[in-house]
């Protein structure tokens, strides 16, 4: 049973910068390929970026690229996420969630944390 764990959200000023974290535990990490998701009040989830096993293959939604960075530390079970240049549209639960290497969906998730950019 995989479970992921998030930390990191909170409340900061519009410009400013928070860095969110996702603990995975119960099977290989290394297995899995990694995402942040997103979802604002009123609206669907979201994909906002996602990392490959290895690490070495990140993508992005249009609206954070240049501000927001992927990243997984595989002898760590952690998956981050450096958000700089916070917008009051980023606003929203962040979630973590995992996809094992031959599975096409993301069936793993954790909790989620908030995330509130205050303008």
């Known amino acids: 049973q995989v479970q992921l764990v998030e930390s990191g959200g909170g409340l900061v000023q519009a410009g400013g910068s928070l860095r969110l974290s996702c603990a995975v535990s119960?099977?290989?990490?290394?297995?899995?390929?990694m995402g942040w998701f997103r979802q604002a009040p009123g609206k669907e989830r979201e994909s906002v970026a996602t990392?490959?096993?290895?690490?070495?293959?990140?993508s992005y939604t249009e609206s954070v690229k240049g501000r927001f960075t992927i990243g997984r530390d595989n002898a760590k079970n952690t998956v981050y996420l450096q958000m700089n240049s916070l917008k009051p549209e980023d606003t929203a639960v962040y979630y973590c969630?995992?996809?094992?290497?031959?599975?096409?969906?993301?069936?793993?998730w954790g909790q989620g944390t908030q995330v509130t950019v205050s303008s």
């Open positions: 990392i490959s096993r290895s690490g070495g293959i990140t």
């Open positions: 119960g099977s290989a990490f290394s297995s899995y390929n």
């Open positions: 969630a995992a996809r094992f290497a031959t599975s096409s969906d993301y069936r793993h």
